[in-house]
């Protein structure tokens, strides 16, 4: 029983309820840091460490947090370890949290961790916010690797820096597709995937806020 | 009599029903502490490497910059007594710069005093204040300058943008440039990073000799002897790139210290 909610608190988000296409949640850095894989992949990796250590830290003291300050509690707690894991980036990966610029620090803002820790760290214990934290993030991390993947695939041919389609500059037959590395492109890709995902598993879709109207020759 | 046993204390405040002021306040002050506590002490014990990584940085882009200009081995391998030397030049007076040396150089650049507001219709490159003093490199041969290496910025079209621009020992040409720091938009403005754009800096004239500046950025192909290649897509940045060499190249610039060079005063 125990593991089975462990396990179901893992798996749920990275598909079922996942936060990025489902919930549409913390799309912000999304969108931004995936022009290509490696800065996707450290985001993503960032992220999760975040999610999970502050979860894991609201859960514990979650019977003594008063109601009033909660949310300025959490925060505290999460932007402390957002600017740890800062300036753990800019000492051991400088390069590529000179290329993350702000954010790294703008997870703090993102609503994906306040999101789990208010709604589901503050009224459980650690073990299983854990494990709920970590399924949000492998959600999370899927959805950006999947699309720094493709944009950094189509718009300059490489994958991780190497070279993966051969340019047509060094006598190979890819055109790069510049469009790929600005910012729309991540929309148009995150919504393809909404819509792919949605399209699969309708029960993600959700109910129209109004229903159309029903014009007056299709009545008669 | 008060309990002062920290332990019984510590257990009734955790006993203090959650909504009570007592415990609000006391729970606010310790998460503030320990989170205080742990990122300062990240900070601290970080600082050194950082520090490293961002020195290892400029020192690469330097030599990046050097291994760039035509003839630069030659020059660094070949001369006796030929060496590259930073110096901190004062910007006004454009001679090596008192009291400052490169290791103070930063204090004495937190001091507002060493800094110049610049008036809206000279500050052509959109910097907004400019330092009075600046660390830049020089190479001599037999007590002539060889290169300058100077540093440069200007507001691009999405942040600053921040150069290095070597100089010819005769003050008109530019023997090489590279981008420290951009933010411009990737994969357009965000080619002033590439190497062979850079490299079309090379043996650019900046001035003619009447000392009048004329380098730009063209939009398109370099017509003249004074242009580089425009970027395609990427105007406001190819245009914010000609104000800022101008801007540092001319009289509130290094100007001076161009002028010092070239009657061999400096």
């Given amino acids: 029983m125990a593991a089975g909610r462990l396990w179901s608190a893992l798996t749920r988000p990275l598909i079922d309820q996942n936060p990025i296409t489902l919930q549409i949640l913390g799309i912000c850095s999304a969108l931004?840091?995936?022009?290509?894989?490696?800065?996707?992949?450290?985001?993503?990796?960032?992220?999760?460490?975040?999610?999970?250590?502050?979860?894991?830290?609201?859960?514990?003291?979650?019977?003594?947090?008063?109601?009033?300050?909660?949310?300025?509690?959490?925060?505290?707690?999460?932007?402390?370890?957002?600017?740890?894991?800062?300036?753990?980036?800019?000492?051991?990966?400088?390069?590529?949290?000179?290329?993350?610029?702000?954010?790294?620090?703008?997870?703090?803002?993102?609503?994906?961790?306040?999101?789990?820790?208010?709604?589901?760290?503050?009224?459980n214990p650690p073990l299983v916010s854990a494990a709920d934290a970590l399924g949000n993030g492998l959600g999370y991390s899927l959805v950006l690797i999947l699309i720094g993947?493709?944009?950094?695939?189509?718009?300059?041919?490489?994958?991780?820096?190497?070279?993966?389609?051969?340019?047509?500059?060094?006598?190979?037959?890819?055109?790069?597709?510049?469009?790929?590395?600005?910012?729309?492109?991540?929309?148009?890709?995150?919504?393809?995937?909404?819509?792919?995902?949605?399209?699969?598993?309708?029960?993600?879709?959700?109910?129209p806020d109004t229903t159309p109207p029903i014009p007056e020759e299709a009545r008669r | 009599m008060a309990d002062l046993n920290p332990i019984t204390a510590w257990k009734r405040l955790l006993a203090l029903p959650n909504d009570s002021r007592g415990k609000t306040i006391a729970i606010a002050f310790l998460t503030a502490a320990i989170c205080a506590v742990f990122v300062s002490t990240a900070t601290v014990i970080l600082r050194p490497i950082q520090a490293a990584n961002?020195?290892?940085?400029?020192?690469?882009?330097?030599?990046?910059?050097?291994?760039?200009?035509?003839?630069?081995?030659?020059?660094?391998?070949?001369?006796?007594?030929?060496?590259?030397?930073?110096?901190?030049?004062?910007?006004?007076?454009?001679?090596?710069?008192?009291?400052?040396?490169?290791?103070?150089?930063?204090?004495?650049?937190?001091?507002?005093?060493?800094?110049?507001?610049?008036?809206?219709?000279?500050?052509?490159?959109?910097?907004?204040?400019?330092?009075?003093?600046?660390?830049?490199?020089?190479?001599?041969?037999?007590?002539?300058?060889?290169?300058?290496?100077?540093?440069?910025?200007?507001?691009?079209?999405?942040?600053t943008i921040e150069a290095m621009i070597a100089l010819r020992g005769d003050m008109q040409t530019i023997a090489g440039m590279t981008v420290t720091s951009q933010s411009e938009t990737p994969g357009l403005?965000?080619?002033?990073?590439?190497?062979?754009?850079?490299?079309?800096?090379?043996?650019?004239?900046?001035?003619?000799?009447?000392?009048?500046l004329k380098f730009a950025v063209a939009h398109g192909p370099s017509n003249s002897e004074y242009e580089v290649d425009g970027i395609t897509g990427a105007t406001r940045t190819s245009n914010a790139v000609t104000r800022m060499v101008r801007f540092w190249l001319g009289p509130l610039g290094y100007g001076p210290l161009i002028d010092a060079v070239k009657r061999g005063e400096f």
């Fill in chain 1, 32 to 123: 931004a840091v995936t022009t290509s894989l490696d800065t996707a992949v450290t985001m993503a990796a960032s992220l999760t460490v975040v999610l999970v250590l502050s979860t894991v830290i609201v859960s514990l003291i979650r019977r003594h947090i008063p109601d009033s300050i909660r949310l300025i509690v959490q925060i505290v707690i999460v932007a402390s370890l957002v600017i740890v894991i800062d300036q753990f980036l800019q000492a051991f990966f400088f390069d590529i949290s000179q290329r993350l610029s702000v954010f790294v620090g703008l997870i703090t803002t993102n609503c994906l961790v306040l999101g789990r820790t208010e709604s589901f760290a503050r009224s």
């Fill in chain 1, 149 to 207: 993947a493709l944009r950094e695939l189509f718009g300059t041919g490489k994958l991780f820096g190497a070279q993966v389609l051969p340019l047509v500059e060094q006598g190979g037959w890819f055109t790069p597709l510049s469009l790929m590395l600005l910012a729309p492109s991540a929309f148009f890709l995150l919504g393809g995937l909404v819509w792919a995902v949605r399209s699969i598993w309708p029960d993600q879709a959700e109910a």
């Fill in chain 2, 54 to 159: 961002r020195a290892a940085e400029t020192q690469l882009r330097l030599e990046a910059l050097l291994s760039a200009v035509p003839g630069m081995q030659e020059i660094l391998d070949g001369a006796e007594g030929a060496q590259l030397a930073a110096v901190v030049i004062d910007l006004d007076e454009g001679a090596a710069a008192k009291d400052v040396t490169p290791e103070t150089l930063e204090t004495a650049l937190l001091d507002t005093a060493n800094w110049t507001a610049l008036q809206p219709e000279d500050d052509v490159a959109g910097i907004g204040n400019r330092p009075d003093i600046a660390q830049i490199y020089l190479l001599r041969r037999d007590d002539k300058v060889e290169l300058l290496v100077l540093p440069i910025a200007g507001a691009g079209y999405n942040g």
């Fill in chain 2, 189 to 212: 403005g965000a080619r002033i990073e590439e190497p062979a754009w850079q490299a079309s800096f090379a043996g650019t004239r900046y001035a003619d000799d009447s000392g009048e």
